[in-house]
């Protein structure tokens, strides 16, 4: 169940040179405004240190991690839904979170497209191109809707009392995720994965030197949106980039060191998103591997199970459970079962991050 996020922004914010940083896959960086064709597909590896800990007793064939999936739409514009970065805004209708880059720095051989660097402004411009997107696809539903509620259905008719709630929000400017529905009334929008729905996370793209404290474009943007509860990461994507070229870690670390940093601005992003999603993970250990799995906050065992194979759901017996602690500290499987830290769970059992768990099933 990999994390599939969406990454939006101005054209010229630095959102595809973040996307290369992040991802297994290269994009080109268009110069120019509006030039990209398509939107960019990508997986990334989600460093967890907790793996090597693990191999370093396991010594297995390979270490796999969990991964990220991203999807980098082309630059949006202001009113601009004729332009290639809008019409590929349904890109990214199935993805869980969208990550928001914002320009955060000052580059005179690289014009803003509005004339001036000022995030709060990119930020309305981008959220009234999604809100518009969203209105869009909420209007036709009720066109369609309606006319089953006038022949008397009753569901119908909830229906478009619903739509018309979203409708009256989005022309106010306001997100479909703070519309003023119950949660249960959100079944009746579901199905058109609105955009302004989806939980953001803001990313200041900023300069080298604000890496660590920010500057004054990320400040200002901060205090704009600290009333919506979204965390905002400070990133230099230059830097980023530069860092992601280094192909030996010593040499990462060395840049990092230098920068004044102690990990790549990545890795927080993808903290972040994990805490946007309630997502934690376990890990399965054994000769041939050592895996990281994703799951929600909350997933019993089986659940967990299929995660890793519907198989497994569905003949789930039990779960053997080590917590990652007991098995850093004792240093083995059987340690942890001569020490009774080897918990035998049942299907009722609320996976915990960091568990390292066998499953037992039959089919």
């Given at each position: 169940m990999p994390l599939r996020c969406g990454i939006i922004g101005l054209s010229g914010s630095g959102k595809t040179s973040l996307f290369n940083c992040i991802s297994t896959n290269r994009a080109e960086v268009h110069k120019a405004a509006f030039t990209a064709t398509k939107s960019n597909l990508g997986t990334m590896n989600v460093p967890d240190p907790r793996l090597q800990m693990i191999d370093k007793f396991i010594h297995s064939a390979k270490i796999v991690p969990t991964t990220i999936e991203m999807v980098d739409i082309p630059g949006l514009s202001?009113?601009?839904?004729?332009?290639?970065?809008?019409?590929?805004?349904?890109?990214?209708?199935?993805?869980?979170?969208?990550?928001?880059?914002?320009?955060?720095?000052?580059?005179?051989?690289?014009?803003?497209?509005?004339?001036?660097?000022?995030?709060?402004?990119?930020?309305?411009?981008v959220d009234l191109e999604l809100q518009i997107r969203d209105l869009e696809s909420v209007e036709k539903k009720m066109q369609r809707m309606?006319?089953?509620?006038?022949?008397?259905?009753?569901?119908?008719?909830?229906?478009?009392?619903?739509?018309?709630?979203?409708?009256?929000?989005?022309?106010?400017?306001?997100?479909?995720?703070?519309?003023?529905v119950y949660e249960e009334e959100k079944k009746f929008v579901s199905d058109l994965f609105l955009?302004?729905?989806?939980?953001v996370l803001y990313v200041c793209n900023v300069d080298d030197r604000s890496a660590i404290t920010g500057n004054a474009y990320s400040q200002r943007f901060t205090e704009a949106v600290k009333t919506e509860g979204a965390e905002v990461i400070m990133i230099a994507g230059k830097l980023e980039a530069e860092i992601a070229e280094l192909e030996q870690e010593e040499d990462r670390q060395v840049f990092l060191s230098d920068a004044g940093l102690t990990e790549p601005g990545i890795n927080r992003l993808v903290r972040a998103a994990y805490q946007l999603l309630d997502l934690q993970t376990f890990f399965t250990a054994g000769p041939k591997e050592v895996r990281a799995w994703t799951i929600r906050n909350g997933m019993n065992a089986p659940q967990a199970a299929g995660v890793i194979h519907s198989d497994l759901e569905r003949g789930f017996i039990r779960a053997e459970v080590m917590k990652f602690r007991d098995f850093i500290?004792?240093?083995?499987?059987?340690?942890?079962?001569?020490?009774?830290?080897?918990?035998?769970?049942?299907?009722?059992y609320t996976v915990e991050d960091g568990d390292i768990i066998h499953i037992r099933f039959n089919v």
């Open positions: 202001k009113g601009g839904s004729h332009t290639e970065g809008n019409r590929f805004l349904s890109d990214i209708r199935g993805v869980d979170a969208l990550i928001h880059v914002l320009r955060c720095f000052d580059a005179p051989n690289l014009p803003h497209i509005e004339g001036s660097v000022d995030p709060v402004r990119d930020k309305e411009i309606d006319k089953v509620a006038r022949g008397g259905d009753k569901d119908a008719k909830k229906c478009v009392d619903i739509l018309q709630a979203y409708k009256n929000h989005l022309e106010s400017f306001q997100p479909a995720r703070t519309a003023p955009l302004s729905e989806k939980p500290e004792l240093g083995s499987e059987h340690a942890c079962r001569e020490k009774g830290k080897l918990l035998i769970e049942g299907k009722n």
